[in-house]
């Protein structure tokens, strides 16, 4: 049952702060929230455990992962449930989280994955946090009616938001979505937070290069990454694609024109939008966008969709592209290169506008979801 957040509610975290159990997985985004936000919650007293669905995360992702003091990881080897064959499997993760929650005993249950929220029987709280759902995918990047694949998961997560006590979404514009979408309350807005990589003297003085980039989960349909590789045939520079191309369930993608460089840690990806005047992310789908926080954070020149959750975020601060067009898009990045000056100014906006998508927001944001559903407060009836 969903419990709105009232006023009241909205206090800061008991002395005493929660025990957080909080799923994640290795194969995006997810991946990076999860551990920033367990990062910061272990920092400040918080016991925090990291329970890992779906693929086993990579030796510096494992890395990461430990040389958090006070987290717990525990790769559990059950499938992801938009991985999952079937039904049943969702439903034998879900009941094994259960067990895992019941022997661990969390003040709260943070899931990244709500669906699981309908089967586990949790005893305690449930945070879900909408990253993003198939229903919306197919809406924004195939249209019509969705094949029965779809039809049954998205049940599923419709039946795991209404057994979570809170939804929570990383913007406006898909919190709305998913209340359209799954008959729900609109989810509770906390926007993501990154921590921002700094530049040595070295790499300032170097200055930025020539060429464009863009990262995050190539193989997904949604990233429209087809859009840049055709512009990237149009430039007579490169264009570089970090990311992998082939995703958990075997779909591949293949770039003839950008540079793939394949799958690449988290410095790595700094590197690059150290060197970079321009970042471009072009999808059709995209509920908020860390590789953009993170390409803002390192002053990238922001070339973005025109869509919903990147003009609530980054209007302002970036420059929009028709999700759909090639040829202009290859005319805006041309010009951004051929106008450093223009790039620079852009690329300082884009930073400037990023300081509003922290650490300590998003942290002290969720701090006060746990609170309201651990601290529940009873709305009086007034006459």
């Known amino acids: 049952m969903l419990l709105p957040l009232t006023s009241a509610q909205k206090k800061p975290p ?34 925090v455990t990291l329970a890992v669905l779906g693929p086993s995360p990579h030796p510096d992702q494992v890395a990461a992962a430990v040389a958090v003091d006070g987290l717990e990881l525990i790769d559990t080897g059950l499938p ?12 034998r ?3 094994a989280l259960g067990d895992l929650a019941a022997r661990l005993g969390p003040d709260v249950v943070h899931l990244n994955s709500p ?16 990253h993003s759902c198939m229903a919306s995918w197919w809406a924004a990047v195939r249209g019509g009616e969705m094949p029965e694949d779809f039809r049954w998961r998205t049940e599923l997560l419709r039946r795991g938001y209404q057994a979570c006590d809170v939804l929570v ?22 926007r993501n937070g990154r921590y921002a990589h700094k530049m040595g003297p070295r790499r300032v003085a170097m200055g930025r290069e020539r060429f464009v980039f863009t990262a995050g989960r190539l193989w997904d349909s949604g990233k429209n990454v087809e859009l840049l590789d055709a512009a990237a045939k149009l430039l007579d520079v490169p ?17 003839a024109h950008a540079r793939a460089l394949g799958r690449l840690d988290g410095t790595s990806v700094a590197d690059w939008m150290a060197r970079a005047p321009v970042f471009a992310s ?31 975020l980054w209007d302002g601060a970036a420059i929009f592209a028709d999700p759909g067009d090639a040829g202009a898009l290859a005319a805006t990045l041309r010009r951004l290169l ?20 922290d650490m300590d927001r998003l942290t002290a944001g969720m701090l006060d979801v746990y609170w309201s559903v651990t601290h529940p407060v009873r709305s009086e009836v007034i006459a």
């Open 169 to 190: 979404a990383p913007s406006a514009a898909f919190a709305d979505t998913t209340a359209d979408l799954y008959g729900v309350a609109p989810p509770v807005v906390v």
């Open 338 to 357: 051929d106008d450093p000056l223009e790039a620079r100014r852009l690329g300082t906006t884009a930073r400037r506008r990023s300081a509003r998508y």
């Open 239 to 255: 264009v570089f694609a970090a990311g992998p191309l082939e995703s958990p369930t075997g779909h591949r993608v293949g770039l």
């Open 93 to 95: 993760t879900a009941e």
């Open 282 to 312: 072009l999808p059709l789908y995209e509920p908020f966008g860390l590789t953009v926080l993170e390409a803002a954070q390192a002053g990238c020149a922001l070339v973005l969709s025109d869509i919903a959750s990147f003009r609530e």
């Open 80 to 91: 992801l449930d938009w991985t999952a064959p079937d039904e049943a499997a969702v439903r």
């Open 14 to 47: 008991p002395a005493e702060p929660p025990y957080v159990l909080m799923t994640a997985d290795s194969v995006g985004g997810v991946w990076t929230y999860a551990l920033d936000l367990a990062r910061e919650l272990a920092g400040q007293g918080t016991r």
């Open 115 to 130: 669906a699981l929220a309908a089967d586990a029987g949790f005893t305690m709280s449930v945070v879900g946090v909408c």
